[in-house]
């Protein structure tokens, strides 16, 4: 073992996360897809450099480069708030591979209600792992509550596409396009709360900027969960409503309608295209580290904290989640 490079820590941000640049190069690094090809060993072995740097050793001749790039993997496979190792499917790095196979498929089999109903359904089920999996770790919620959630977003989805799908059939051609964005975006208002209702029920854990903790805020799980909302369907936003007006021109043309086949394929590496790009931006749109203002907080506890830090604690802090 050799000791860490003089001032050399770990946890440090590289780029500044209190900007919308620097929290998108971050979020561009821990994000990338091929951080899933990763074997399981060398996530394990990456797991256990950051944890010898917190301790303040590191293997011989490690260099710097080295170490951030193991920050890099564990970032992008271990939980911020548990340290737990998670699924392969609820990881963000996944949300390019995932995300473009689940979004093709849904604006490509648009017309037909079984098609809708089981394309909102498979993308239902990759949503709720994917909100489990980045929920805020200090709020545990049971197999039941999970269930409710699970059943509810996919009611609210299928509700919404089966629909408007039957409301479009009459409509312009690029309306019914977008309906499965519409479905999408209306499931995750639901699904998200309803996957993280715990921390909305007894609030989750509010720090000072030394992270000390504070308490627990029901008013801070709110703000942190509307802005996940917002980042999600962001996220889907580009793509399900640009990529339907290319599609719809690009049909047009002889040579598009002799390779119908490939079709699908096609709105599958565009959804990628536009995935690789959204991802980040839309994790990138609010801090990682959300803050709340203490006179914005529940009374009772915004007493206790004056009473026992008077002045001194201007703001909390808190995990948003992804």
């Not at 271990?78 to 790095?93: A, Q, T, V, Y």
């Not at 790009?277 to 004056?306: G, K, W």
């Not at 002045?311 to 995990?319: A, I, L, R, S």
Request: proline residues 7%.
């Amino acid at each position: 073992m050799a000791a860490v490079p003089l001032g050399f820590d770990i946890d440090a941000p590289r780029w500044d996360q209190s900007t919308f640049v620097g929290r998108l190069w971050h979020f561009f690094n821990i994000t990338d897809p091929r951080t899933v090809l990763v074997p399981e060993r060398e996530l394990d072995r990456a797991q256990a450099v950051v944890a010898g740097c917190r301790a303040g050793m590191v293997p011989l001749g490690s260099s710097r480069e080295q170490l951030l790039y193991a920050k890099k993997l564990y970032d992008s496979a271990f939980h911020p708030d548990s340290g737990e190792k998670m699924n392969l499917i609820g990881r963000m790095s996944f949300q390019v591979p995932g995300g473009m196979a689940l979004t093709g498929c849904m604006l490509q089999f648009y017309r037909t209600v079984p098609a809708v109903v089981f394309w909102q359904w498979v993308n239902q089920s990759f949503n709720a792992i994917v909100n489990y999996t980045n929920r805020n770790a200090a709020s545990p919620i049971s197999l039941a509550q999970i269930g409710v959630a699970y059943i509810t977003a996919t009611t609210t989805a299928l509700a919404t596409a089966v629909g408007l799908n039957l409301y479009t059939k009459r409509a312009p051609p690029l309306l019914a396009r977008w309906v499965p964005f519409a479905a999408v975006a209306a499931a995750n208002c639901v699904n998200i709360p309803m996957m993280r209702q715990q921390e909305i029920i007894h609030g989750i854990s509010v720090t000072d900027e030394d992270n000390n903790e504070l308490g627990h805020s029901r008013r801070a799980a709110v703000k942190g969960i509307a802005q996940v909302v917002v980042s999600r369907i962001t996220m889907a936003a580009p793509g399900m409503i640009i990529l339907p007006i290319i599609m719809e021109r690009l049909e047009k043309f002889p040579f598009m309608q002799r390779i119908r086949v490939l079709h699908a394929p096609l709105q599958v590496l565009l959804c990628g295209g536009f995935l690789l790009f959204m991802v980040p931006v839309a994790c990138a749109l609010f801090p990682q580290r959300c803050s709340l203002a203490l006179a914005d907080l529940e009374p009772e506890l915004r007493d206790s904290i004056v009473t026992k830090h008077g002045d001194k604690v201007p703001f909390v802090y808190f995990n948003k989640g992804l």
